[in-house]
């Protein structure tokens, strides 16, 4: 018998697959890189102002986006040295996804939510 304190069983390989893609993209700035990259390749400082990230923030989500096959960062060595940001292709497969959260939000959120 379990107690009223017992966590639910967790799921392992059978996790919901839309759980599974918002672990790996669902946090805010996550979400705010991706969206921003979908214009197409960035400088880390363009996409600081941006997003409104600080600079500690925003390199551990690219890092993390980068581990995790969204993001490629290319450097350019010139005098400044620039560092560059892209979607891979995985990245650039979210842009249906965020035209369908757009599509959403315009049908169902009020409009003081989207001006946030």
């Known amino acids: 018998m379990s107690s009223p304190q017992t966590k639910p ?6 996790a919901c697959p839309v759980i599974a893609s918002l672990e790996q993209i669902g946090s805010q700035w996550r979400l705010a890189v991706l969206h921003e990259l979908l214009d197409g390749e ?8 941006s997003t409104g990230a600080n600079a500690r923030t925003l390199s551990r989500v690219l890092d993390d986006l980068g581990e ?3 993001v490629d960062r ?3 060595e010139d005098a400044p040295v620039a560092t560059y940001y892209s979607l891979t292709d995985k990245g650039e497969s979210l842009d249906r996804v965020f035209d ?5 939000a315009g049908s169902w959120l009020e409009d003081g939510a989207l001006e946030d």
């Open 9 to 14: 069983r967790e799921q392992h390989d059978t």
């Open 68 to 70: 995790m096959g969204f």
């Open 100 to 104: 369908e959260i757009e599509c959403w």
């Open 42 to 49: 960035q400088r880390f400082n363009e996409l600081k102002r």
């Open 74 to 76: 290319r450097i350019e």
